[in-house]
């Protein structure tokens, strides 16, 4: 059964760091572009990252504070998360895309999807 699941989420101070893992079992996640999401309370789920074997995107909204990565070996993706803000809080989700790619991925193109990490960040 195909599963992801994320897990290092928790409460931390503005400015503090957290890492998120997203771990695949049931398939393998060479070949998918791989996602990370996220939802605040009373707002739409927003794209924060993407990764795959050809391309990268990151999010204006935390470039240079987010890192992406996979560890194929490990068949996880993992997003390092420094300088936190407040804004950042919400749940946290990845997800990933059969087409193989960043570029064109989107929320609607995501097959399989993590239950998700809450990330608090505190001012």
């Known amino acids: 059964q195909a599963q992801l699941v994320e897990s290092g989420g928790g409460l931390v101070q503005s400015g503090g760091s957290l890492r998120l893992s997203c771990a695949a079992s049931g398939f393998d996640l060479d070949g998918y572009a791989i996602a990370w999401f996220r939802q605040a309370p009373g707002k739409e789920r927003e794209a924060v990252s993407c990764?795959?074997?050809?391309?990268?995107s990151t999010a204006d909204s935390v470039k240079g504070r987010f890192t992406i990565s996979r560890d194929d070996a490990k068949n996880t993706v993992y997003l390092q998360m420094n300088s936190l803000k407040p804004e950042d809080t919400a749940v946290y989700y990845c997800a990933t895309d059969p087409f193989g790619a960043c570029a064109g991925s989107k929320e609607s193109t995501m097959t399989y999807w993590g239950q998700g990490t809450q990330v608090t960040v505190s001012s």
């Open positions: 990764i795959s074997s050809s391309d990268e």
